[in-house]
């Protein structure tokens, strides 16, 4: 069985940059379409970025386009989501999703990484 454990989160301020990492354990892992969400308080989880297993097609929310970048390292089985020029909008729980029907659904999460925003 796949898992997966978010980190990399913390308090930064606009304009800042963070990157966080997904590590994830199991023999079948290099195989998943890995994707990150956020959830804010109050709001439902949303989309941020997906990648296949072979890095192809890269996606991403209109709201995230040309400031994160999501990358996979086969050989760490991590997946990292670089996030530039952060906004008080960025400010949510982040959590990475997996499983073998991914991107269609997502069965495998992580316990989230919190990830903060000052103005």
């Known amino acids: 069985q796949v898992q997966v454990v978010e980190s990399g989160g913390g308090l930064v301020q606009a304009g800042d940059s963070l990157r966080l990492s997904c590590a994830a354990s199991g023999r079948t892992f290099s195989r998943y379409y890995m994707g990150w969400f956020r959830q804010a308080p109050g709001k439902e989880r949303e989309f941020v970025a997906g990648?296949?297993?072979?890095?192809?097609?890269?996606r991403y929310a209109d709201s995230v386009k040309g400031r994160f970048t999501i990358s996979r390292d086969m050989a760490k089985d991590t997946v990292y989501l670089q996030m530039n020029s952060l906004l008080p909008e960025d400010t949510a729980a982040y959590y990475c999703?997996?499983?073998?029907?991914?991107?269609?659904?997502?069965?495998?999460w992580g316990q989230g990484t919190q990830v903060t925003v000052s103005s």
């Open positions: 990648i296949s297993w072979n890095d192809a097609g890269a």
């Open positions: 999703g997996t499983g073998i029907n991914a991107p269609l659904t997502y069965d495998i």
